[in-house]
């Protein structure tokens, strides 16, 4: 059974910079597609950033490229999210979200980032 866990999170200044990670048990993960959601009250979760199978692709949310980079480290096996120049409008819950060749989804317990002066 996968475990994902996500530490960290925290307040950051408008403008400032935050690493998410998220840490999995298990192995093989080069072989997932690896994403990170994010959630705010009241609104659909959105997909954030991608790290396709292989980890030779990523996608981006329009409002985050060039602000936030996904990488991962697979001797760790542990996913990243830098985020520069966060925003108010970035202020949510951050979840990592690991989905195997049979299209079976992991999540992660979910960390609050919050963009505030």
């Known amino acids: 059974q996968v475990q994902l866990v996500e530490p960290g999170g925290g307040l950051v200044q408008p403008g400032g910079s935050l690493r998410l990670s998220c840490s999995a048990s298990?192995?093989?993960?080069?072989?997932?597609?690896r994403k990170w959601y994010r959630q705010t009250p009241g609104k659909e979760r959105e997909m954030v950033a991608t790290l396709k199978r292989g980890g030779a692709s990523t996608t981006y949310l329009d409002s985050v490229k060039v602000r936030f980079t996904i990488s991962r480290d697979d001797v760790k096996n542990t996913l990243y999210l830098q985020m520069t120049n966060l925003k108010h409008e970035d202020t949510a819950i951050y979840y990592c979200?690991?989905?195997?060749?049979?299209?079976?989804?992991?999540w992660g317990q979910g960390t609050q980032v919050t963009v505030s002066s």
């Open positions: 979200n690991f989905v195997d060749w049979n299209s079976q989804e992991y």
């Open positions: 298990g192995f093989g993960f080069n072989l997932y597609t």
